[in-house]
């Protein structure tokens, strides 16, 4: 009888461990196709759970989304013979629900035993480069110090994962990154020449370094970078106003509309690319465009107006459409009355529109006084313009009221 009591608990034993390898292998495949949910279930029905059988919960559950219990999954995978695989996941897992002191806790604790793993560095300095700092403003100096000084830096440790691994694309455009905001160009592009030796195509090493040759104001080098952008596929907004930017810097006026062109699908009712296409079409001599952009830019922005109303008026007075073009310099100079071009633009549209040659010629007359006193008024072209065209005027006027007696 205790022969047979033995076997009977031997073919159970053997029929529930049957059905939990079968239950942990219909997971496998569930999760395999991306049915998570149920993948989920099957795992449930595991009685004894391992760390092994955690771990896939954890990650069937990150990858449905429910992060939470993820989380939770993770923390009991981190105890077996898996336990670096399931903390490094639950530490980046950390780090995306924005958990970055916990975060730093757990890469921490893996650098503390694996101090020559690039990665678990780039990891805690993603971990704190958002962390907020929980310092008080009641603080001793001194306690202040300390605390700062416990604080993991997160340029020391990408620049640590770049030490270790100087192929980590991702470190290395960090520190790229951060070497960009601080100004430092030549420093940003030895890193993004660096990467690129290994990994020609990593888009955003490319994109810091044809900010860089932005900021520095090299066109030609950021031209030919930010168009490798576009190349790979990387149409955003941000890089076709770039571009957009530099062409018109290079005066290839027609390139640099249709970069900003690009721009718009982004953005149809960004008044400050409408405004840009006004002036780049003012320059291309596409007068129908400029006035359709002008007008849309002066619709869409919010007050002041006067540069979108100025823009405006040139655009008529470059289509003789002087009724038009004195409106809009008028109403720019309602908004911004200390405009220098407008005042000038303005004295040349009545030039063209007013019969009145007397009240032509005070404006002019109004413009030199205004500006013949300034410091540099001796090398100002529009100032002796206006004075050419008053003295011109002046005669004109004579000769007429001659004629006339």
């Known amino acids: ?147 700062i000084a416990k604080m993991h830096k997160p340029l020391e440790d990408y620049e640590k994962a770049v030490a270790l691994d100087s192929t980590h694309q991702k470190a290395l455009a960090q520190v790229a990154t951060s070497y960009l905001k601080r100004k430092d160009y030549p420093v940003v592009e030895r890193l993004a020449f660096k990467a690129l030796e290994s990994y020609p195509t990593n888009v955003e090493i490319i994109s810091t370094l044809a900010q860089s040759y932005y900021y520095k104001g090299w066109n030609e080098e950021g031209i030919e970078w930010f168009e490798k952008l576009l190349a790979l596929g990387q149409d955003t907004q941000f890089i076709r106003e770039k571009l957009g930017n530099l062409y018109y810097k290079k005066r290839k006026y027609e390139k640099s509309v249709e970069q900003y062109l690009g721009a718009l699908k982004f953005s149809p009712e960004d008044w400050y690319l409408h405004a840009t296409l006004a002036k780049l079409y003012n320059h291309t001599a596409d007068l129908k465009s400029a006035e359709t952009h002008g007008l849309f830019a002066v619709l869409y922005k919010d007050l002041p107006l006067d540069e979108e109303y100025y823009t405006l008026a040139r655009t008529y007075e470059m289509k003789k459409d002087w009724k038009n073009a004195m409106k809009y310099v008028n109403r720019s100079l309602e908004e911004k009355p200390e405009n220098k071009n407008a005042e000038y633009t303005k004295a040349i549209i009545a030039d063209n529109y007013y019969e009145d040659r007397r009240a032509v010629l005070k404006l002019y007359e109004d413009f030199i006084k205004k500006y013949e006193k300034g410091e540099y008024a001796k090398y100002d072209p529009v100032l002796r313009l206006a004075q050419e065209r008053r003295d011109k005027l002046n005669e004109e006027i004579f000769m007429a009221e001659g004629e006339e007696e």
């Open 1 to 147: 009888m205790r022969s047979f009591y033995l076997l009977l608990f031997l073919v159970l034993a053997s029929r529930a461990e049957a059905q939990e390898v079968s239950a942990l292998a219909i997971g496998d495949s569930l999760y395999a196709v991306g049915n998570y949910s149920k993948a989920i279930a099957h795992y449930e029905q595991i009685a004894n759970k391992n760390e092994q059988v955690y771990l896939k919960l954890a990650r069937a559950h990150q990858a449905k989304g429910t992060l939470d219990d993820a989380l939770t999954n993770y923390k009991l995978a981190a105890t077996g013979t898996d336990e670096v695989i399931a903390m490094n996941e639950y530490g980046k897992l950390l780090i995306t629900k924005r958990q970055f002191k916990e975060a730093d806790s757990v890469f921490s604790a893996l650098i503390s035993v694996y101090d020559t793993n690039p990665d678990f560095y780039y990891q805690r300095g993603r971990a704190n480069e958002n962390r907020p700092r929980e310092i008080s403003g009641k603080e001793s100096d001194s306690i202040l110090k300390q605390k």
